[in-house]
């Protein structure tokens, strides 16, 4: 009953060597009654008893609210700080690519309306946004943003294992689409309001994007370059990494869905779009880079010891 109620957290450590050999001896049993088909009852027997040891033993853990708490407040910034190297090589990918796109756009007038459309050009030449659709069906629109984000998350971090081919692809599909938009909006000198539609969601759902695509890289990194570890834990290693920096863009691309699906295309004053998107882009930057970062002194200490 102890055991049944509280798990095996009710045992002592001599209990505990004690059920794994008790587990170890009835499996060997039951092996053996098995092959004797008048020990049929017997074998039925052994087979529940070590079926209820095994779930005893071998349970997962019910997730508490206090590890949820102590994830987002403790161990993902610095599992972002560990990996940071990935998620700016993912950012300069982004940002190289939409550069190009840009300039390409300005040259080639013709590029846009290629990778655009005409019927997204034609809006833009009339000097219009796009959004209007968003604002009739705030509800509607702000899910299906908060669908499509997270699909591009966990797409750009599930590719990280083609050897990282298909993370760059779409971080840099993404970043030229960026490049083509900010070019065509300011040849028909709309950028003010496109970059301040972007602005209050884009300054996490950017960087969400980046995350993701760090953590594809980091994917492809232990699948690619596994060092002294055999190639198989160094890729399980490295994708333990990368899940863990996805599930923290979660939260992110929620709080993005909803600001792109109700804030950013409303007739709210420009001023006040780009003082929220300032005050979410410090607020997490001072999260990912301040939060649960040991103090000077304590680190010599360690290090000393």
């Not at 209007?132 to 590719?159: D, E």
């Amino acid at each position: 009953m102890q055991v049944s109620s509280r798990g095996v957290r009710a045992l002592r450590h001599s209990e505990l060597q004690e059920l794994g050999l008790l587990y170890r001896q009835t499996a060997s049993d039951l092996a053996a009654v098995r092959e004797d088909p008048s020990c049929k009852q017997l074998a039925t027997y052994l087979n529940q008893l070590l079926g209820r040891s095994h779930n005893l033993i071998y349970h997962g853990h019910k997730a508490k609210v206090s590890g949820i708490v102590r994830f987002y407040g403790e161990t993902y910034p610095r599992v972002f700080r560990e990996t940071l190297p990935p998620t700016l090589l993912s950012l300069a990918i982004f940002a190289v690519t939409g550069l190009a796109a840009w300039m390409v756009t300005i040259r080639d007038p013709g590029f846009a309306h290629r990778v655009l459309g005409p019927g997204m050009m034609e809006t833009i030449e009339r000097r219009e946004m796009w959004t209007h659709s968003i604002v009739t069906v705030k509800p509607l629109a702000s899910s299906g943003i908060m669908t499509n984000n997270l699909s591009v998350a966990f797409s750009t971090f599930a590719l990280g294992i083609t050897g990282g081919i298909g993370t760059i692809w779409m971080l840099a599909f993404n970043g030229a689409l960026i490049g083509v938009i900010g070019a065509a909006t300011w040849k028909a000198g709309m950028a003010l309001q496109l970059w301040s539609f972007i602005a209050p969601h884009g300054v996490l759902e950017l960087p969400a994007i980046f995350i993701s695509g760090g953590a594809g890289v980091e994917i492809a990194r232990g699948l690619l370059f596994p060092g002294f570890l055999p190639r198989r834990l160094s890729l399980a290693q490295a994708g333990g990494r990368g899940a863990r920096l996805l599930l923290g863009t979660i939260p992110m691309l929620v709080i993005a869905g909803v600001i792109e699906g109700f804030f950013s295309p409303s007739s709210a004053p420009i001023k006040m779009k780009f003082l929220l998107a300032a005050v979410l882009f410090a607020a997490l930057l001072s999260y990912l880079f301040f939060v649960n970062r040991p103090r000077h002194g304590t680190a010599k200490a360690d290090s000393a010891l």
